[in-house]
């Protein structure tokens, strides 16, 4: 291991630990270390697994040209095998080597948002591994908006296929420290450029039907991508309050168990002042119930509720702040070992959506209408 740049300075506290064999490098976020970056290019390179921070949530790196490298992914996360991964990239010209009939419309998508919290959904080209796109015809691609994220792509000199470096079906990490407690031991190296910016994970769109349709509402908000492209459709399952059954569905993640805490829980949407009698009529028969009971409210909200575990997940008027502690604070409930989670709505306009189609899905569609 060559020492880095930062271990030397006075300042830096441990910038380099193993913890269950996983090494665990602090980076600088803005100018990342270039020592560091090398050693875990050398990994992605040989086919081994490194976790890195981007804009939006940490991802799970590996060659995405390299499929043996790729089931290690899927191994590690213990990874549904037909939910496929992103592709990331640090050059726009990449985006054409890894897929074919790109639309101009596409194009467009590129110069607003990139580097930035979109995937795009494209015809995939014949060096794509099928263990990438899981045999699909089709791949995601983004190029990152995080200086730790695009060195080591860079570095790296190969595209990066990255899901979200947690567990499959927990909460997405935000943190270095998310991904060394589910991931420790099932990889090489975590890159930790501390908390993430957005997050919540990219907008995934798909390019390839007549009207572009988003997936998964994410980091780029749908009036964003309106204002450019006029018309985009929104796939059902996106902002669903059930589990949406398609039969060959084009939106693979959207079928599985997400972003779910240990506990139980339930979502109360609605008008807000109806929303608070609820929940504290839910929390009081809980608690007499004997229920250990935490609630995720804002900061509006919150002093008005009186249950054992009581979180903000910020002003309502700050949605970009909600985004950003949303994920952090579910996996706090599993800390407190609550047994019920009552959790406020929010509104479903410009990142509300990507919260939103978190929540339900965190809360596996347990939602209550307060009227
Ligand atoms: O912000 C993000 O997108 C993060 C960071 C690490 O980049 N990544 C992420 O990856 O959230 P993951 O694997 O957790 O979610 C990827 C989503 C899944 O819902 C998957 O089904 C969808 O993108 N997806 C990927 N490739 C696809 C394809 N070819 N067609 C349809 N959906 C696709
Ligand atoms: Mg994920």
Request: charged share 25%.
């Amino acid at each position: 291991m060559p020492p880095t740049r930062r271990a030397t300075s006075a300042k830096s506290e441990t910038t380099v630990k193993k913890v269950k064999g996983t090494l665990w490098l602090k980076v600088h976020s803005k100018t990342p270390e270039v020592d560091s970056i090398r050693v875990a290019a050398n990994v992605i390179r040989k086919g081994g697994l490194v976790a890195f921070p981007t804009e939006t949530v940490y991802g799970l790196g590996a060659d995405a040209l390299n499929p043996k490298a790729i089931v290690g992914i899927f191994e590690a996360k213990e990874r549904p095998a037909d939910n496929p991964l992103i592709v990331h990239i640090a050059e726009r010209e990449d985006a054409y080597k890894l897929a074919t009939n790109i639309p101009n419309t596409a194009d467009k998508l590129m110069t607003k948002f990139w580097p930035g919290p979109l995937t795009l959904i494209l015809k995939r080209s014949a060096i794509v591994p099928d263990a990438t796109v899981v045999g699909l015809e089709t791949i995601g691609i983004r190029m990152p908006r995080n200086k730790v994220a695009l060195a080591l792509i860079r570095e790296s000199g190969v595209p990066i296929a990255a899901p979200s470096a947690n567990r499959a079906g927990k909460p997405s990490p935000t943190t270095a420290q998310h991904v060394i407690e589910d991931l420790a031991g099932r990889i090489d190296v975590v890159l930790d450029g501390g908390p993430t910016r957005v997050g919540v994970e990219s907008t995934v769109i798909d390019m390839t039907t007549r009207i572009p349709q988003i997936l998964r509402p994410g980091g780029t908000q749908l009036e964003e991508l309106k204002a450019v492209l006029g018309k985009v459709t929104l796939h059902p399952a996106a902002l669903s309050g059930r589990k949406v059954r398609t039969l060959r569905t084009r939106a693979p993640g959207m079928k599985h168990r997400h972003y779910a805490p240990e506990a139980e829980m339930i979502l109360v949407e609605g008008e807000m002042g109806r929303v608070v009698k609820r929940v504290k009529e839910l929390t009081a028969l809980s608690m007499a119930d004997g229920k250990r009971v935490g609630i995720l409210a804002t900061d509006e909200s919150i002093s008005r509720y009186d249950g054992d575990v009581l979180r903000s997940l910020g002003s309502r008027s700050d949605m970009a702040g909600i985004a950003r502690n949303l994920f952090r604070l579910l996996r706090e409930f599993d800390e407190e070992k609550v047994d019920l989670i009552i959790a406020e709505g929010v509104p479903t306009q410009g990142l509300g959506l990507a919260v939103m189609n978190r929540l339900r899905r965190a809360a596996s569609f347990n939602i209550l209408k307060a009227s």
